[in-house]
């Protein structure tokens, strides 16, 4: 590098002090210099680092921006499937209230239906207990009816009679039960309040009997007896007409 003499100014040669043209002493400048050169090679060594640096930004840039771009996409991805629950979710919550509002329609509608049906059925349903228990008295009744009744026919097929015959005993039935049976072809024992107990047979020439039974001194006894739709007049009825059917050719 060139110097020059501080004195006069003359050009110095490298390395040379001594000026040829005053002859002053020039100072040393090395130092200088190389504090120079030193700042010199700094700057150039960070001019150099920038430009590495630079190089580096421009090689990883499009890897740079690939990543910014994919994590852009991913993001909006994010966002999307974040929008997407957010949407569902709000019509799921607005399915909700719907069906909430429909129930609670539904449960308005059964209550006015059930107040309707209560005030226009309160009479009906107050009947209901009155009708059971008239239903329960009526059947009870019916088999108290149908007790007695049995009861009654019973005791009539079981009695007897005693015509007064003198000598052997004629009679092949002992009771009433067994005279009916020996004498018609078919018949049925009824009871009835108004009439008693009744027995209503059929012979084997088709005629059509009906005999009823009261009590007499003591004794069971037929005050009644119709046949084919007529009453029959007798003094003795039961030994004219009753007597022959006890003396009737027992049935087996």
């Not at 200088?32 to 150039?44: G, R, T, W």
């Not at 009906?210 to 007529?230: P, T």
Request: aromatic share 10%; with cysteine; proline share 3%.
């Amino acid at each position: 590098m060139s110097q020059f003499c501080k004195n006069c100014g003359a050009p110095l040669a490298d390395g040379e002090r001594l000026c040829t043209n005053c002859g002053k002493v020039a100072p040393r400048q090395h130092k200088s210099v190389v504090k120079h050169e030193n700042q010199f090679s700094a700057i150039n060594q960070g001019m150099y680092e920038n430009k590495q640096l630079t190089d580096v930004k421009r090689q990883f840039s499009p890897t740079m921006a690939a990543g910014n771009g994919t994590l852009t996409k991913e993001r909006q991805r994010s966002a999307g499937e974040i929008a997407h629950k957010a949407e569902k979710a709000r019509k799921m919550a607005k399915m909700r209230n719907l069906g909430n509002n429909n129930f609670d329609a539904q449960a308005k509608t059964m209550r006015a239906t059930e107040l309707e049906t209560t005030s226009g059925n309160e009479k009906k349903s107050s009947l209901h207990p009155k009708l059971n228990k008239i239903a329960w008295i009526v059947f009870a009744l019916v088999i108290l009816y149908f007790t007695i009744g049995g009861i009654f026919i019973l005791i009539q097929k079981n009695a007897t009679y005693d015509f007064g015959i003198e000598g052997e005993n004629p009679m092949v039935a002992d009771n009433y039960g067994e005279a009916m049976y020996n004498y018609f072809e078919s018949g049925w024992w009824h009871f009835r309040f108004t009439k008693g107990v009744y027995f209503v047979g059929k012979t084997a020439n088709g005629d059509k009997y009906e005999l009823h039974f009261s009590k007499f001194a003591g004794k069971k006894v037929v005050d009644k007896l119709v046949i084919n739709g007529e009453e029959i007049e007798a003094d003795d009825l039961m030994k004219s007409w009753i007597m022959p059917m006890f003396m009737a050719e027992k049935r087996p």
